[in-house]
């Protein structure tokens, strides 16, 4: 690592990132307001709630909406406790190196696996997901051509903008988050004005779903929440370009719970406007219509209209798999700094003139690339890949809150500008017990009339990802390399 003289790098980022050990090659070209979107664009609330909408409906009926309230609450928890460790740990990489200062360099090598595999298939999956509406938007028919070619696109264009360096990623990620938050907004005012056919009381009316089940609504419910599961992820990019924002000990826990105060709401009003438009819940219950969301939006708008509607979508896509990308590769670049990973010379080189680690970047986009091209020989093979991502995310989440919980009760005292003082352990066990709840949800079993392996699909992919983890742990001992300070975040006299 070597030291900058950036004009843009104020001598207190410096001087902290010195006090841990570190000196940083990037530039803060990156405001409160473009990481705040970063976050957001991440978290994508048109591309959330436009892929699950349809699912999640079909199983829990209207009260489907009340988990993204729920979950909410529950990532709003994680994101303070995420706010602590990076106001004292502003370092490129997140999830990785905050485990490795608060516990230790195996559990953190572990923590940034877990991670890094979600990441880089949750960027194949949000790119594979464009396919229909660029399909739609072309007037093309759907198909595993189609998606495949509309999937590339969005991986070249996002490492494009990448690759042009942090400003241009901090425009783009503000450009996405207007062009997004307008969009939704605009589409949502509309549907409630011109197309609303129910009051609020559909709110608390299943119409029905669950009914078949032996277990009850709750069940349905818990299955139909995947879609606020699955939604409030994304905060934790802040976090990732740490070393790329001016003042990161204040504005970084500021912009991770503005993601999800705004990400959040936006999301909510999104599912409230379309589910006020769909004229009848009992079709989309049984099946019958199989598309909601197509059908609410050409009915409000017409073939124009739907094609605009279409545009702000596929840019929301795009924006999505743009900070995706952009949080991969800096956790690899971290891995790669701190010499914990096969490789890492190549992955912690750097460019001098754009300030970005252009391999890492290619890494973020051809892995991706590779399981999209991956459904030409089976698209459920893609399917059973993709099953991994949100699971191995939130592992990686709660990999990081058990290893503060941890540190906070063998005597770390959070020592940022941002601390939730002593209401911090209550947090940190509430977020901790929330995650694991989310998890098992994740991962119960739900298709018993499906072979066994396909039944805990999502339970057997963590599985192997873990297991391939510690293999590669075991036999590589990768966390015997490099000499970056691990575990210091424990008062010495009590780690001894």
Not at 3 to 17: I, K
Not at 135 to 162: D, H, K, Q, R, W
Not at 278 to 297: H, I, K, Y
Not at 418 to 423: Q, S
């Amino acid at each position: 690592m070597t030291s900058t003289n950036d004009p843009l790098t104020g001598p207190g980022d410096d001087a902290r990132l010195a006090d841990l050990g570190c000196t940083s090659e990037f530039r803060r070209d990156m405001s409160l307001w473009a990481n705040f979107s970063l976050g957001f664009t991440y978290l994508s609330p048109v591309v959330g709630i436009y892929t699950l909408f349809a699912s999640s409906l079909a199983t829990g009926g209207p009260p489907m909406i009340w988990s993204l309230v729920i979950v909410g609450a529950g990532q709003f928890l994680v994101a303070l406790v995420f706010g602590e460790i990076v106001s004292q740990y502003p370092l490129t990489g997140g999830i990785y190196p905050w485990a490795r200062r608060l516990w230790g360099r195996r559990w953190a090598w572990m923590t940034g696996w877990v991670y890094l595999v979600a990441l880089l298939v949750t960027i194949a999956s949000v790119a594979y997901g464009a396919g229909p509406y660029l399909s739609a938007l072309l007037g093309i028919e759907v198909g595993t051509g189609n998606t495949i070619l509309c999937a590339l696109v969005i991986l070249g264009v996002a490492l494009a903008i990448n690759l042009a360096g942090t400003r241009a990623l901090a425009v783009a990620a503000i450009v996405g988050f207007t062009a997004e938050l307008v969009g939704a907004l605009a589409v949502g005012g509309w549907l409630l004005v011109t197309q609303r056919h129910h009051g609020l009381g559909v709110l608390f009316d299943s119409f029905g779903a669950g009914a078949g089940s032996q277990s009850g609504y709750f069940v349905a419910f818990l299955a139909a929440g995947l879609i606020g599961i699955f939604q409030y992820y994304g905060f934790e990019a802040c976090g990732d370009v740490a070393e790329e924002v001016p003042d990161p000990t204040r504005r970084i826990p500021k912009a991770m719970r503005m993601t999800i105060y705004v990400g959040g709401a936006a999301a909510t009003f999104v599912c409230l406007a379309l589910l006020l438009a769909v004229p009848d819940f009992a079709a989309v219950v049984s099946g019958a219509d199989a598309d909601p969301v197509t059908n609410v939006l050409t009915t409000a708008f017409g073939a124009v209209g739907l094609k605009v509607v279409l545009g702000v979508v596929l840019l929301s896509f795009l924006s999505c798999a743009l900070s995706l990308q952009a949080a991969a590769s800096r956790l690899l670049y971290s891995y790669a700094r701190d010499d914990m990973i096969a490789g890492s010379r190549a992955f912690r080189k750097f460019s001098p003139a754009r300030r970005i680690p252009p391999n890492a970047l290619l890494v973020a986009a051809v892995v991706p690339a590779l399981v999209v091209l991956g459904s030409i020989v089976s698209a459920d093979a893609l399917i059973k890949i993709i099953s991994f991502a949100v699971l191995g995310i939130y592992l990686g989440f709660q990999m990081v809150v058990l290893a503060a919980l941890r540190a906070r009760l063998r005597g770390w005292r959070p020592a940022g500008p941002f601390t939730l003082g002593r209401a911090g352990l209550a947090v940190n066990v509430a977020a901790l017990a929330y995650g694991v709840l989310a998890i098992l949800n994740m991962a119960w079993p739900r298709t018993p009339d499906a072979p066994w392996y396909d039944n805990y699909l999502v339970a057997l992919s963590g599985l192997v990802v873990v297991a391939a983890g510690l293999v590669y742990l075991l036999a590589a001992r990768p966390y015997d390399k490099g000499d970056a300070p691990s575990g210091d975040a424990i008062p010495q006299e009590v780690a001894r």
